[in-house]
């Protein structure tokens, strides 16, 4: 049983930094497009950042320059440090990755940026 295990997360003043973590766990084969997402109250899950399967990082515009994806292979994790944070960024963050052919997600971590 694959499982996706998310780490981090919190409270933060505008500005703050904080830096969320998934940890991929079980039979795995073949792991390609991880990433975060992310859904604020009343609205929909949208990508915040993700590794294509050629492996560059990708980007929503509204966190360009302020967030960083990276992984670590050996671990099979995939973070998400978060820079500047502004209240526009609170919201439930997801973890997303295609897993032996499977897509699964995290059980999702509460990011508030108060201002």
């Known amino acids: 049983q694959v499982q996706l295990v998310e780490s981090g997360g919190g409270w933060v003043q505008t500005g703050g930094s904080l830096r969320l973590s998934c940890a991929a766990s079980g039979s795995i084969f073949r792991i390609s497009a991880q990433g975060w997402y992310r859904q604020a109250p009343g609205k929909q899950r949208e990508l915040v950042a993700s590794f294509t399967n050629g492996g560059r990082p990708n980007y929503a515009d509204s966190v360009k320059d302020r967030f960083t994806i990276s992984r670590e292979n050996t671990k099979n994790t995939v973070n998400l440090q978060m820079n500047s944070l502004k209240p526009e960024d609170t919201g439930v963050y997801y973890c997303?990755?295609?897993?032996?052919?499977?897509?699964?997600w995290g059980q999702g971590t509460q990011v508030t940026v108060s201002s």
């Open positions: 997303h990755a295609n897993i032996n052919w499977q897509e699964y």
